[in-house]
Nanobody, 122 residues
Framework: VQLQASGGGLVEAGDSLKLSCVVS????????MAWFRQAPGKERRFVAG????????NIINSVKDRFTISRDRAKNTVYLQMKSLKPEDTAVYYC????????????????WGQGTLVTVSS
């Protein structure tokens, strides 16, 4: 199983980025596909998740008005569209997959991508 995250980069505050996570190696029926992020010196935290089959989604309140999660099952890809980026969004963003019952519990995700770095300058 592979999760390949991409799309990060160095941007200025107010800019947009779209992260992609291409998944392969198994079917993900019933799985939650999620994005976590780890800011410098901090723990990794849940950002957004979406049911691969159901399409139900959950996004943390602090970014709900700026970030959107989506998936394209035909392309085996999960996206995180980020708008109006702020310096505090600077982090390594990871995609993850698992039969999670709790969106934000890291241990319930069994497959992880390698992370893509997003740096937002002020």
């Amino acid at each position: 199983v592979q999760l390949q995250a991409s799309g990060g980069g160095l941007v200025e505050a107010g800019d947009s980025l779209k992260l992609s996570c291409v998944v392969s190696g198994r079917t993900f029926t019933g799985y939650i596909m999620a994005w976590f992020r780890q800011a410098p010196g901090k723990e990794r935290r849940f950002v957004a998740g979406m049911g691969w089959t159901s399409g139900n989604s959950n996004i943390i309140n602090s970014v709900k008005d700026r970030f959107t999660i989506s998936r394209d099952r035909a392309k085996n890809t999960v996206y995180l569209q980020m708008k109006s980026l702020k310096p505090e969004d600077t982090a390594v963003y990871y995609c993850a997959a698992g039969r999670a019952r709790d969106w934000d519990v890291e241990s319930q995700y069994v497959y992880w991508g390698q992370g893509t770095l997003v740096t937002v300058s002020s």
